[in-house]
């Protein structure tokens, strides 16, 4: 993609279903026939009038990415949200705030979206096989799945990139290429069902623009009104585009001497 994805409000992600006993159509046997779709063409269901979102819960998340994206997607019209851990106890964040579940793997309710927060705690849930089955198991049935962050490498680990564009935080970005993926420099990438966000702020741009393709484009200006999301910083020094290139490397190195070992880990389980 070269370019944000277009937020705007007919881009419709659920399936019509033919209800049964409804009239048919005779069409004659020498009539052309339209190809059928392809099935990655084909998108799961969702009601509209309650849209099921799951947030994934693992210690040493980061809180932002998945508090920003929250204050969001709680907005939605329709919205049912259930935060999902290991067990109910307290997780941990990476910055000391503990967050509360609301369900467990095994009790958690089918989702249509699914919300996978980055931190460096990403890196042992990707290693973790019950937080792997529960991110496989969901995206079976949801309309969209979706990471900030290095969330993506817990999709990764779950074989939902294989072939796909994605992004995470700049200084982890090229180890996605380990399953599969194509790293791109972009903040949100939207690649059919699975929508990967760029580092921590980007999970509220992200959400924001999920908004608007699960309610329309007004439901989610009205939203970041609401939220008075209109970023104004003190400073210019965002980006990795801009930022000192030998700073960026170095960073990036460090990134992949702390990190490498265990996506090489996660991605032979995934890549035969």
Known sequence: MTSEPDPAPNRSRTVPVQPIGAEHVEVPV????????APGDVRPQHDPAEVRIAFLLFPGLTQLDLTGPAQVLTRVPGASVEYVAATLDPVPSDCGLALVPTATFPTARAADVLVVPGGDGAFDAMLDPDVVAFVRRTAEHATWVTSVCTGAFVL???GLLAGKRATTHWASKPMLA??????VEQRIVDDGAVVTAAGVSAGIDMALWLAGELAGQPAAERIQ????????PPFDAGSAEWADARVVTEARAAAEDARGERVARAAAAVIR
Do not use: C, H, K
């Open 156 to 158: 990764g680990a779950a």
């Open 178 to 183: 380990a399953f599969g993926a194509d790293p």
């Open 30 to 37: 020498d009539s052309p026939m339209p190809a059928p779709e």
């Open 225 to 232: 009104l609401q939220i008075e999301y209109d970023p104004q």
